[in-house]
């Protein structure tokens, strides 16, 4: 699974992990993206999305029906 939300386009960050004798090394920040599942009531049928916390506060607050319609119209398939 990527670690790309669907919603509100989050993916991984990179940059350097310093120590306390300032030697760096390169490390990854992940976002929290988890798998839900949500129906949609004007096609009768759930969808899977991979949301980051974010998009999930952005489905709540904006409704599933207008997040689908904005994924839709970026060209992705749902």
């Not at 990179?14 to 004007?42: A, C, D, E, I, M």
Request: hydrophobic share 30%.
């Amino acid at each position: 699974m990527s670690a790309i939300c669907q919603v509100t386009g989050r993916s991984p960050k990179f940059g350097k992990t310093v120590s306390h004798s300032h030697r760096r090394h390169s490390r990854r920040w992940n976002p929290n993206v988890q798998r839900r599942r949500y129906y949609l009531p004007s096609e009768g049928r759930t969808v899977t999305l991979t949301v980051s916390t974010k998009g999930m506060k952005v489905i709540d607050r904006d409704g599933i029906e207008s997040v689908v319609a904005k994924i839709r119209a970026r060209g992705e398939k749902i």
